[in-house]
C-alpha cells in the first residue's frame, strides 16, 4: 500500500545514526506504535552514549 510509511529498520540499525539522528529515530518510532522498538533503542543509547543525557521527552520510556 502506497499510503503506509515505509517501516523502520530494526531497533539494533539505530545505533549507526549519530546521536540526534537516533534520538529522532526513537521519536519516528514512537510516532508509528512502536514503542517496544523505542524502548529498545533507547537502552542501546544509553549503553553506548552513557555520559549523554536522554532528553526529557524520551526518558519517560525507561520508567516502564
Avoid at 32 to 41: N, T
Wanted: cysteine-free.
Amino acid at each position: 500500500r502506497a499510503s503506509e510509511p515505509a517501516s523502520l529498520p530494526h531497533w539494533r540499525e539505530d545505533a549507526q545514526l549519530a546521536p540526534e539522528a537516533w534520538l529522532e529515530r526513537e521519536r519516528a518510532r514512537l510516532l508509528r506504535g512502536d514503542r517496544p522498538g523505542a524502548v529498545q533503542s533507547l537502552r542501546q543509547f544509553q549503553h553506548k552514549n552513557p555520559s549523554r543525557k536522554v532528553p526529557d521527552d524520551l526518558v519517560r520510556l525507561l520508567a516502564g
